[in-house]
C-alpha cells in the first residue's frame, strides 16, 4: 500500500469507517438502532406528561382495605389499621407506586402505642402486607384514681376503650406517681414502674390462679448508702409476700428471679394457698425453702 492511500484512510479514521458501515451492508441495523431510540426518547416525554396523573390514579392509592395487617390480639381496643392509616394519610396520598411506600408505612406503624416491632412489610399487587409485634400489658399502675396499663418494660400503653372490669384484672402495681413526662409509647420514666412491671411480667401467667391483689414497691438501704427498691406481694386474703429485688436486679448471695418464682410454687404446692389458716401471713421468698418436702 502506497504512503497516499495510508493516509487517505487514517484521514477518514473510526468514525468514517462507522458511518460508512451504517449507510452500507450495516444500514438495517443502524435503521433499528434509530428506531429503537426515536420510541425511547417518545416514551420518555409521554410518561413525564401522563406520568404523574397515572401513579395518582385511584386503583394505584393505598386505602385502608388495602392493609393486610397482623390480627390484633384480644386486650387491644383501638383500631391500630385504621389508626395508623388516617396518620400516613397526613402526609399525602399513598401510592403502590411509590418508591418509598414500604418505609412509609413501616415507620407509621412502628410510631403507634401498641406495636412492639414491626416484622415485615410486603408490597402486593392487591395491596401491602403488614406483620407485626403487638405489645402487651402486663399490669395496671395505680396513680390515684386511674389506672395505667404499661407492659414488660414499663412502656405506657392506650387504656381508652378498655372497660374498668377489664383494666381491674391486671395486676396493679400502686404507690407510685402519675407520669410527668411520658406519652403513650414511651417509658414511665420511673425505676419503681420499671422493676413493677419487670415483676408482673414474670407472675402474669399465676396471678389469677394464686389469687395475687397487688404489688407495692418499698425502699430499703444498701449497705454503701444506695437506695435501692424493693418490691413485696400481697394476695386478695392479705398476706403479703416479700419479693425483693425486681427481676434483672442481682443481689449476691440473693436468689434469682427464677429460683423465686420455683420457691413460690413449691409453697402453694405443698399448703395449697399462700394465706394462713387464721387469716394472712408475711412471707419472705428469699427464705422459703428451695423446694417442698
Known amino acids: 500500500m502506497s504512503a497516499a492511500k495510508r493516509a487517505k484512510k487514517s484521514a477518514v479514521g473510526p468514525l468514517g469507517d462507522l458511518a460508512g458501515w451504517a449507510i452500507g451492508r450495516g444500514r438495517p441495523v443502524a435503521v433499528g438502532l434509530l428506531v429503537l431510540a426515536a420510541f425511547l426518547l417518545a416514551w420518555w416525554w409521554v410518561w413525564q406528561q401522563v406520568g404523574p396523573r397515572v401513579t395518582r390514579a385511584e ?7 388495602d392493609l393486610d395487617v397482623t390480627s390484633q390480639p384480644e386486650w387491644i381496643y383501638a383500631d391500630v389499621r385504621s389508626e395508623v392509616h388516617e396518620l400516613l394519610r397526613l ?11 414500604g418505609p412509609r408505612i413501616a415507620e407509621g406503624f412502628d410510631r403507634h402505642p401498641w406495636v412492639e416491632r414491626v416484622l415485615q412489610v410486603a408490597r402486593l399487587s392487591s395491596g401491602v402486607r403488614v406483620e407485626l409485634e403487638y405489645r402487651r400489658p402486663v399490669c395496671a399502675v395505680r396513680a390515684g384514681e386511674r389506672l395505667w396499663l404499661v407492659d414488660r418494660r414499663g412502656i405506657l400503653l392506650p387504656s381508652k376503650g378498655a372497660p374498668r372490669a377489664e383494666l381491674d384484672r391486671y395486676p396493679q402495681l400502686v404507690g407510685i406517681e402519675p407520669p410527668r413526662f411520658a406519652s403513650e409509647g414511651e417509658p414511665w420514666g420511673s425505676a419503681r414502674v420499671a422493676g413493677g412491671a419487670a415483676l408482673a411480667g414474670k407472675l402474669f401467667d399465676v396471678w389469677e390462679a394464686w389469687h395475687l391483689a397487688r404489688i407495692i414497691p418499698f425502699p430499703v438501704v444498701a449497705p454503701d448508702g444506695r437506695e435501692l427498691v424493693h418490691y413485696s406481694l400481697f394476695t386478695i386474703g392479705g398476706t403479703r409476700i416479700v419479693w425483693g429485688l425486681p427481676p434483672g436486679v442481682d443481689s449476691p448471695g440473693a436468689p434469682s428471679a427464677a429460683e423465686k418464682l420455683a420457691r413460690l410454687k413449691a409453697y402453694r404446692a405443698r399448703h395449697g394457698t399462700f394465706d394462713g389458716p ?16
Open 59 to 65: 386503583r394505584y392509592l393505598v386505602e385502608l382495605d
Open 278 to 293: 387464721a387469716g394472712p401471713l408475711d412471707l419472705d421468698v428469699r427464705k422459703l425453702p428451695a423446694s417442698a418436702p
Open 91 to 101: 402526609g399525602g396520598p399513598m401510592n403502590l407506586l411509590d418508591d418509598d411506600l
